[in-house]
């Protein structure tokens, strides 16, 4: 295992730490499939990260798209109610607000109306 392949779990510092354009930093995605296989929660933690990184960076049609692309495999994965699966629809409500009613009912039902995660996307 090389330096990058040890530190692939820790993705979100890295994107965070290495900085520059999401494109320098797809390594790490690259690694974490090599390393942990592409339906790890981790390998598909890198995806959401750099899909909502580039729209960060200017492109949010590509962050779309990404997150869009990553949602299926977290659905399949880890099912549509889980934590990481209803991070990945808040970041896309970021780029495409039309999802917002639907997440903010699903949040209610899953984690009730006064769980933070819930009130958050009512503000």
């Known amino acids: 295992m090389d330096v990058r392949g040890a530190q692939v779990g820790d993705n979100n510092t890295q994107i965070n730490h290495y ?12 690694d974490a499939e090599r390393i ?14 750099l899909a909502h990184w580039r729209g960060l960076a200017g492109d949010p049609d590509a962050a779309v798209a990404g997150l869009d692309a990553v949602l299926a495999d977290y659905v399949r994965v880890l099912g549509p109610d889980h934590p990481d699966t209803m991070q ?6 970021h780029w495409r607000p039309e999802g917002l009613e639907a997440l903010i009912a699903d949040r209610t039902r899953v984690l009730g109306a006064d769980h933070p995660h819930t009130v958050r996307l009512l503000q």
């Open 19 to 30: 900085g520059g354009p999401p494109d320098e930093s797809a390594w790490l995605l690259v």
């Open 36 to 49: 942990l296989g592409a339906d790890h929660p981790d390998t598909l933690d890198t995806r959401r990260n």
């Open 88 to 93: 990945v629809r808040e970041n896309l409500v």
